[in-house]
């Protein structure tokens, strides 16, 4: 009994897994896929973009001398009129001379019209001196003739002459008093104050160094120098740019270069992930060569674009990675190169999906790029594409059903 119990229950056990295996292989197998539609055929490459300035300026040395501060660091904000480089001038002898002596010659025309004009000028006291004289000669000269006229020969004509003789040199002393302390005469001193005080400018402008100053609002890309160098006139010290006008620099092989347009979008990422577009503004017609690598010539030119507005603290010199992207095919049907399988027989081909199995078909193949692949021939819009067929492990023929 318990014999028949055992066969009786493996019957039905060994019914139940048939049955649970048939219900399985039953089952349509899950793919990834695809409906082909027509679109073009990229090809994308990347290469290292470089952010620059749009405006930049070189700063020169004025002058000879001994750079004696460096008030900036590189990336460090300016202001228009800042000193970013300090000089101290070389020296020169004969025009310290020429200053010195000129600032003696100042001293002495300050010192002579302060002497004339002063509060305790001579001019105004020797203009007094000579009125009083002048008016004391006078008196006296027509006293004398009044007394000669009522009384004649009282005087003789020797001493009328001695009298007129004092009036005269009393009136030719006034008039060089006045002349002296004349609008006229202040006026010359003060002029010749003002030109030596010119002169004494021109020569300290000469002497003393003047530092290399920002001609505008921007930043400090690069220093050429360093604290205590000799540097030469007209020496390069410094670079500049303005804040906010950068563009991307890129070099790209010619043969891709050649189906750029301005207008054009690249795709650009930043050492931190940052994602942005930039626009290509100009693509250069000079071609440079140039080696790879590993030692193999390559022709390229240079492509610039206008990346927008960058977020803050990318300057001057921040890498960014550019993928362009060219039009290899227009409006064909491309598939995954994963998704195309060899024929035992020769050639190539992609399962589709067909009333819910996997079909096999022949396809014939173009060109290639960014890992697709152009179906030329056996294939229509709308098919349904089986992307991966090897990792799913498709067999022709079997049930199927997109994930």
Not at 81 to 103: C, K, M, P, S
Not at 237 to 247: D, P
Request: hydrophobic share 40%; proline share 5%; charged share 20%.
């Amino acid at each position: 009994m318990k014999r028949i119990v055992k066969i009786i229950l493996g019957a039905v056990l060994a019914a139940a897994c048939g049955a649970a295996y048939i219900w399985y292989a039953a089952q349509p197998l899950a793919v990834s896929a695809e409906p082909l539609s027509s679109g073009d055929l990229l090809e994308k490459y990347t290469v290292q973009g470089t952010v620059t300035p749009g405006t930049s300026l070189v700063l020169n040395a004025g002058e000879n001398g001994v750079v004696t501060g460096l008030p900036f660091l590189p990336g460090m904000a300016v202001k228009i009129g800042d000193a970013v480089v300090e000089i101290a001038g070389d020296a020169n002898t004969e025009i310290d001379l020429r200053l010195a002596q000129t600032r003696q010659g100042l001293s002495a025309a300050r010192q002579e019209y302060n002497a004339r004009y002063g509060t305790q000028g001579t001019a105004r006291i020797r203009q007094e001196l000579a009125q009083s004289e002048y008016d004391a000669a006078k008196w006296d000269f027509e006293a004398a003739t009044a007394l000669n006229e009522a009384i004649p020969g009282t005087l003789t004509e020797t001493e009328m002459n001695l009298y007129q003789q004092r009036l005269t040199a009393a009136e030719q002393n006034l008039i060089l008093a006045r002349t002296e302390n004349s609008e006229e005469m202040r006026s010359f001193f003060r002029d010749q104050i003002a030109s030596w005080e010119e002169q004494v400018s021109a020569l300290e402008k000469t002497v003393e160094s003047e530092p290399v100053v920002a001609p505008f609002n921007g930043i400090l890309w690069e220093l050429y120098t360093e604290a205590g160098a000799y540097v030469v006139k007209y020496q390069p010290l410094a670079k500049l740019y303005r804040e906010g006008e950068m563009k991307l620099e890129a070099s790209v092989l010619t043969e891709d270069a050649m189906g750029m347009l301005p207008g054009d979008i690249a795709q650009c990422e930043l050492a931190d992930g940052t994602a942005f577009t930039a626009t290509i503004t100009y693509v250069s017609p000079v071609v440079s060569r140039s080696y790879s690598a590993i030692g193999i010539e390559e022709y390229r030119s240079g492509i610039e674009l206008d990346p927008g507005l960058l977020p803050p603290g990318v300057g001057a010199g921040h890498q960014a990675d550019t993928t362009f992207m060219n039009v290899i095919a227009e409006n064909v049907l491309t598939a995954p190169v994963s998704a195309v399988v060899p024929l035992p027989d020769g050639g190539n081909g992609v399962y589709l999906i067909i009333s819910g199995k996997a079909v096999l078909t022949q396809v014939s193949t173009g060109r290639k790029s960014g890992g697709r692949v152009e179906l030329t021939q056996g294939v229509s819009e709308h098919d349904v594409l089986i992307l991966n067929p090897f990792d799913a492990g498709v067999k022709n023929g079997i049930h199927v059903a997109p994930k």
